[in-house]
């Protein structure tokens, strides 16, 4: 069973996608905040960590760098609501950091869905 670590201070959709995924058989973890994360990958590893870019205190893009330092087979999601991440050079940019996926807010149950299963399966590369 794969375990996926939600990094997302909004709590009604930290709920949703905890719901959702658990719904598909994936162990969920939750964290509202980066330092909150950084304490549960080091006590619950995850396959998968899907992060919300914009979190208080410490930023999703920092904590991206600290997590894959951590753990660098860890196969992170980017996602937000307030950050066009469809730009070339964020998008190059977040791929060096460690990014296999950008999932944009508002996003479907399917385009969750579709978004974890293809970043496990790329994370399961050699």
Known sequence: ????????????????????????????????????????IKIKPADLAIVDIILPGQGGMDLILELHALRPDLTIVLTSGKIDMS????????HQFGVVSILPKPFTIDELLATVRDALAEGARP
Do not use: Q, Y
């Open 1 to 40: 069973m794969n375990t996926i670590l939600v990094v997302e201070d909004d709590e009604s959709v930290a709920e949703l996608v905890k719901t959702v995924l658990e719904g598909e058989r994936f162990e969920v973890v939750t964290a509202p905040s980066a330092e909150a994360a950084k304490e549960l």
């Open 87 to 94: 730009k070339a050079t964020f998008k190059v940019l977040a």
